[in-house]
């Protein structure tokens, strides 16, 4: 059985921002932007070559819904401690500074970020293993 790709798409208010964080902060990339598909406007960030990205949009006329509550996480797994504290300086170079996480398990082996639209992101120190 193959393995899909994934794309985690959620609506912004403020994309400009969001590519603030996504890319000049944690350093990924910009895929792909649209404007004006059937109203929405949106932006693909993540890696070239990795199994998943991130899709933002923007529905024209539309406020995007609130934020569900700060236990809701995307959790990126950096056990190269040079590659998490580069993205740790990259997020403090873009204006970005880690939040107390609700979960103190976060703080013990990372650091939460929050997004300009208040949705958390958390940097792991460790590997994560099925």
């Not at 899909?4 to 798409?9: T, Y």
């Not at 609700?102 to 929050?114: K, R, S, V």
């Amino acid at each position: 059985m193959t393995f899909p790709k994934l794309r985690v798409a959620r609506p912004s208010d403020d994309l400009p921002r969001l590519l603030r964080f996504y890319v000049d902060g944690l350093g990924l990339t910009l895929l792909y932007r649209f404007e004006d598909h059937q109203g929405f406007d949106g932006v693909i960030i993540g890696g070239a070559q990795a199994p998943w990205h991130l899709e933002f949009t923007s529905h024209r006329g539309t406020p995007a819904p609130p934020v569900p509550g700060p236990d809701n996480l995307l959790v990126l797994y950096l056990p190269e401690p040079e590659d998490f504290e580069a993205r740790v300086a990259r997020l403090r170079g873009a204006g970005f500074e880690p939040v107390p996480s609700f979960n103190p398990y976060w703080d013990q082996h990372g650091l939460t970020f929050e997004d300009p639209d208040g949705w958390r992101v958390v940097l792991c120190r460790k590997s994560w293993d099925a």
